[in-house]
């Protein structure tokens, strides 16, 4: 019965739009609708309209049409997702969780995986996207599957695999303002009938766009890049039932970049009063001009480099297939800037100035995911599996004395994270049109900093219903239950003596975040399969979750960053995708969002230069009850729209329009004036044109229409009497233009 019902279902979807969600290429005046999106998502290969849960899926020529080079720009196409970003840091919100802590002990909440590798921080989480064959975005947590990082959700990346039957790749130059330069090149070279490599290779380079005033030249400007990325992929197909694919990827990058936690601030509170502008200057040093121009003299950089290799091995048992993904990575990253965020303060290499910077990292990683999957048409459905991860890392924050870099300025902080899983999960179709879904996974994590150890076992779960309606298996309504977490740590240094002494508060350790998640949903195709509309609504109970917060310690010069168990959120929404061609040149989507997050019982330490904020805080306890979470908007809207034009013998010309409208939100967990950013949207432009053979591409893009400043991320310090609001701010409007060959 699964065998007839598995057909229907993929007769429906293939006449349907599901492709045109994966973005296939298409030439003028033929049709969209090729064929459906298969994805594995939940470790096996499905179709997208086949999974209970909230996937969006993003296919390479859509990549390629969005602009989609890194994690940065999903947020336009992924309902409720919006990314916070500071320095090199990427900080994921989805569905009232948020990434707070980043470093080389942070935990993601959404985790990343490239290839089925887990990318340990939130610095490594920016490489390039280069030679994807696709990219899917699981909201909701995702424990049983994929363990204590997916706690928000998680983001696959699958790059392309080498292909063995003919040589080919591609060619793209791209220029643009500030002096942009991007050249990308793949190559694919079958050697022989069971043996293929394939290249992937991108340079980016350009200027600032950050403005900084105090120098008359562009090498000074903040968010400049010039980073490479390659990757090299073998594949042998041993015999009919095992392959070996082995790959190779290396990224560096050396930027002015900005600020850790933001590069400017904005405001300032003191007893209670907002004061708008740098609330910290020295005498004779000037305020910024604007977001994206500033005045420091003191210069910032960011050096990363990122190298790793990973082993995937398939062996189809005829029942089942083995499948082991092993993978070692090694990271080394610098990052440092002006930490008074202006003209004055101590300069490059003047006698006697002492100047906190940032931090210094060196870490590797190594995993093994060892599953067996079932084959095969019939009733029960299922895999398991065993994970295995461990982190070795060396860091320390860094600091200058007459102009010599201390990469270890604060000493050495040696960190160790563990973890171990079993899981398993299974589908079991009860009737022709009824599937009952079962998840579960073991977990035991260990960090160790050598003077502090710490282990903890979670035991998570999924229970799911599937229902199709219909004869033709076009609509499924499902519902689901399931829990996740985020393993806890440890805090160092003086700041827990000082805590403990001052307030009488524990804060060496701090527990694991939990959550249960309730979802239900709808997914249908419609418009004789021209259309595809999903929509899913949830409710997310979190608890003891991560609260961030930042304390000066009498006889310090910098602010001591420290974690502990904040309390409770309470978040639920509604989000809807919708995909649809009305005839073979037009392409619509949509994407709405809908989302109540706030904190219940939630407290972190007080900031009294804040005031009593109407009763919420005492002399040491902040309560953000009733407070948003970071990065939370109640309501989202993401759309694109394109036309092809079809020019006969001249090709295709097709124009897009991609929008999105967010309404207000705060951009840090302590809502108060300065942290507020306003409703606003964001626009690009895209024209397009594509010879008629479809080999050749040019296309002019502009990003950010509206040019407008939006925070994307804020944090409030307190330093003596003074509370200081800091900023990061979006990019501003750039163009460009690129030419792709393809062979």
């Known amino acids: 019965m699964t065998t007839q019902l598995s057909t229907i279902k993929q007769t429906a979807i293939a006449t349907g739009i599901s492709a045109l969600m994966a973005g296939s290429v298409h030439a003028a005046g033929t049709s969209l609708l090729l064929e459906e999106v298969l994805v594995t998502a939940e470790k096996r290969e499905e179709s997208l309209q086949d999974i209970s849960a909230s996937v969006s899926v993003v296919g390479e020529a859509m990549m390629a049409r969005a602009g989609i080079t890194d994690v940065t720009r999903l947020e336009h196409i992924v309902p409720g997702m919006r990314l ?266 003047e006698q006697g100035d002492w100047a906190f910077l940032g931090w210094n990292s060196s870490q590797t990683s190594d995993s093994l995911e060892l599953q067996l999957i079932s084959n095969g048409d019939g009733d029960l459905q299922w895999v398991a599996g065993y994970y295995q991860f461990e982190q070795d890392a060396d860091w320390g924050w860094i600091s200058s004395f007459d102009g010599v870099l201390s990469n270890y300025g604060y000493g050495h902080n040696l960190f160790v ?68 977490f985020r393993a806890g740590g440890f805090n160092g240094g003086a700041v827990i003596d000082y805590i403990q002494d001052s307030q009488g508060r524990d804060v060496s350790l701090y527990d694991p975040e939990e959550v249960k998640a309730y979802e239900v949903g709808i997914k249908t195709t419609l418009d004789e399969g021209r259309m595809t509309l999903n929509v899913a609504a949830f409710v997310n109970e979190y608890t003891s979750m991560h609260a961030q917060s930042f304390i000066l310690i009498p006889g310090e010069t910098a602010v001591s960053e420290y974690t502990e168990n904040g309390g409770e959120v309470d978040a639920s929404g509604l989000e809807i995708e919708m995909q649809w061609a009305p005839t073979d040149q037009w392409y619509i989507s949509a994407n709405i969002a809908y989302l109540d997050a706030e904190f219940g019982t939630y407290n972190v330490a007080a900031l009294s230069a804040l005031g009593d904020l109407g009763g919420r805080q005492d002399d040491t306890v902040l309560s953000l009850k009733g407070y948003e979470p970071a990065n939370s908007p109640e309501f989202s809207f993401g759309g694109q729209i394109s036309y092809d034009f079809n020019l006969g013998n001249l090709g295709t010309l097709t124009p897009m329009l991609q929008t999105t409208y967010t309404s207000e939100y705060y951009t840090y967990d302590i809502n108060v004036k300065g942290t507020d950013q306003e409703s606003h949207t964001k626009s690009d432009l895209r024209l397009i044109w594509t010879n008629a053979e479809d080999n050749f591409k040019i296309e002019g893009y502009i990003l950010n229409l509206e040019d407008e400043p939006v925070m994307n991320r804020s944090v409030i310090s307190q330093s003596g009497d003074v509370a200081r609001v800091q900023v990061n701010w979006n990019r501003p409007r750039t163009w460009g233009v690129s030419a792709t060959y393809t062979f």
Do not use: C
């Open 84 to 349: 916070g970003m500071s320095g090199n840091e990427a900080r994921i919100a989805i569905r009232g969780s948020r990434t707070n802590n980043v470093g080389t002990e942070a935990e993601q909440v959404v985790g990343i995986f490239v290839d089925d590798v887990y990318v340990p921080t939130t610095t490594q989480a920016l490489n390039a996207y280069v030679d994807l064959k696709r990219i899917e975005v699981l909201r909701g947590p995702q424990g049983t599957l994929y363990g204590r990082n997916t706690f928000g959700g998680a983001i696959n990346v699958i790059s392309n695999e080498p292909d063995f039957e003919a040589f080919s790749g591609s060619i793209q130059g791209l220029v643009g303002d500030y002096n942009r330069t991007r050249f990308q090149t793949i190559l694919n070279v079958p050697v022989s009938e069971t043996f293929a490599l394939r290249f992937a290779h991108v340079s980016d380079v350009h200027n600032g766009y950050i403005k900084n005033s105090y120098h008359p030249s562009t090498s000074d400007d903040l968010d400049d890049n010039d980073s490479q990325f390659s990757r090299i992929t073998a594949k042998w197909l041993v015999t009919d039932s095992l392959d070996i694919t082995l790959r190779y990827a290396q990224s560096d990058k050396d930027s002015n970049s900005t600020a850790i936690w933001g590069y400017q601030f904005t405001a300032g509170y003191v007893d209670g009063e907002y004061i708008p502008g740098h609330p910290a200057l020295e005498e004779g040093a000037t305020q910024d001009k604007g977001p994206w121009d500033v005045s420091r003299n003191f210069p910032s950089a960011a050096k990363l480099d990122d190298t790793s290799i990973t082993l995937a091995i398939n062996w189809d048992l005829d029942f089942a297939t083995v499948k082991l993904t092993y993978n070692d990575s090694e990271f080394e990253g610098i990052q440092f800037s002006d930490f008074d965020y202006s003209d004055g303060g101590p300069s490059w290499g």
């Open 417 to 484: 994270s563990e973890s171990e899983a079993f899981y398993v999960n299974a589908t079991y179709a009860i009737a022709d049109n009824i599937r009952v879904i079962g998840g579960l996974r073991t977990n035991e994590d260990t960090k160790n900093s050598g003077s502090k150890k710490a282990s903890w076992d979670d035991n998570l779960w999924k229970f799911a219903l599937e229902h199709d309606l219909g004869d033709d298996g076009g609509t499924m309504v499902y519902a689901s239950a399931s829990t996740g």
